[in-house]
């Protein structure tokens, strides 16, 4: 079975610094993976996914990530953050059938602050 | 174009109640989440529907928790003589096909509080 692995509960960084949120998955196959954010009391709003070619992929926000095979990682970044970007943030990945029959499995989230 | 809803939106109800989530996908979209979000768990995955069959209902938690799904669109999670355990956020989902790689859409969530 698939797992996600978001090893910073919490992060803070200074509005206009870069930020960097770590994502790890476990899945035999060639995962598809996602980024999505969760302001308080939302719902998930998907920020970017990778499912093939691109290792680089763009996504809403000024958000980035790379899909690193050998790492096993997709990592989140964003050359300079905005005190609108702190929420939540879930790395998910899907089997092949892109959810299915187990659906979305999402790390534990990575909970960003954002200082003045 | 209208997202996924859900309602009720907040619910608040005494333990060994029975309690109804309603789910409204995205127009046009055949396959149909539930997750749900609790500070223990994090979000887990519930069960899918692909049209108005749910193949694999395994991941539902337990006997008292249900869900049914009519004319391809509108879905109910019900859940029977609710426990403190279930209060946590259902979140409902939906994408245009269930195979291929397909990007869930996300309602805002029911926040239910048993008590």
């Known amino acids: 079975a698939q797992s996600v692995t978001q090893p910073d509960i919490h992060i803070t960084v200074s509005e206009g610094a870069s930020l960097e949120l770590r994502c790890n998955y476990s899945y035999g196959a060639t995962p598809y993976l996602f980024w999505y954010v969760q302001s308080p009391g939302q719902g998930l709003q998907l920020l970017l996914k990778?499912?093939?070619?691109?290792?680089l992929v763009q996504g809403i926000k000024g958000f980035e990530a790379e899909f690193k095979r050998s790492q096993s990682s997709f990592n989140l970044r964003k050359p300079s953050v905005h005190w609108s970007d702190a929420a939540e943030y879930f790395c998910a990945v899907a089997p092949y059938s892109g959810g299915g029959a187990d659906g979305l499995t999402f790390g534990k989230g990575t909970h960003l602050i954002i200082q003045p | 174009g209208a997202g996924v809803s859900q309602s009720p939106s907040n619910k608040v109800t005494e333990k060994g109640k029975d309690v109804e989530l309603r789910c409204d996908p995205i127009s046009g979209h055949t396959a149909l989440y539930w997750y749900r979000q609790s500070l223990g768990q994090g979000l887990e995955f519930l069960i899918y529907f692909q049209g108005n069959s749910a193949p694999d209902k395994s991941g539902l938690p337990s006997d008292r928790f249900s869900a049914e799904r009519t004319g391809g669109s509108v879905s109910t999670l019900t859940i029977q003589r609710t426990q403190q355990e279930d209060s946590a956020v259902y979140l409902c989902a939906s994408s245009l096909q269930q195979r291929g790689p397909e990007t869930q859409y996300f309602g805002p969530g029911t926040r239910l509080l048993v008590l």
């Open positions: 990778y499912f093939s070619g691109d290792t």
